[in-house]
C-alpha cells in the first residue's frame, strides 16, 4: 500500500509560480510512475502532468504545457511539480497519484492505483 502526502498550497497571483511536492511511502518508488490531476468545482478530475519510473519520460495536459514542469527524487520517493506563468483556471485541487508500472496510459485517471488527499492551488487575477 503506497501513502501519498502532497505539499505546497497556496495562494498567488496571476503570472505568479507555485511549487508542490508529493512524499511516498509504503512501497518501492521506482516501482510506480507518478501524476498529477487537478479538479476544480463543478468540473472533472483533469490530467496536469505525469513522469515515469525513471523520471526520463514526461508527460503535459495542452492547458499547461510549457508553464509546467515535473520532476521526481528517486533518492527521496518525491515528485514535484513546478508551476509557472500561472493563470485564474489554474486553481483547483491538485493530486498526486501513482501507478503501477506498464499498466495503462499516463493520461487516463484509471491508470492510477493510489491518491493523495489533494492540496489547494488559488490563483488570483
Known amino acids: 500500500q503506497v501513502q501519498l502526502v502532497e505539499s505546497g498550497a497556496g495562494l498567488v497571483q496571476a503570472g505568479g509560480s507555485l511549487r508542490l511536492a508529493c512524499a511516498a511511502s509504503?512501497?518501492?518508488?521506482?516501482?510506480?510512475?507518478m501524476a498529477w490531476f487537478r479538479q476544480a468545482p463543478g468540473k472533472e478530475r483533469e490530467f496536469v502532468s505525469a513522469?515515469?519510473?525513471?523520471?526520463?519520460?514526461?508527460y503535459y495536459g495542452e492547458s499547461v504545457k510549457g508553464r509546467f514542469t515535473i520532476s521526481r527524487d528517486n533518492a527521496k520517493n518525491t515528485v514535484s511539480l513546478q508551476m509557472d506563468f500561472l493563470k485564474p483556471e489554474d486553481s483547483a485541487v491538485y493530486y498526486c497519484?501513482?501507478?503501477?508500472?506498464?499498466?495503462?496510459?499516463?493520461?487516463?485517471?484509471?491508470?492510477?492505483?493510489?491518491w493523495g488527499q489533494g492540496t489547494q492551488v488559488t490563483v488570483s487575477s
Open positions: 497519484a501513482a501507478g503501477t508500472a506498464g499498466f495503462g496510459s499516463y493520461y487516463s485517471r484509471q491508470t492510477y492505483d493510489y
Open positions: 509504503g512501497g518501492t518508488f521506482t516501482d510506480y510512475k
Open positions: 513522469i515515469s519510473m525513471s523520471g526520463k519520460n514526461k
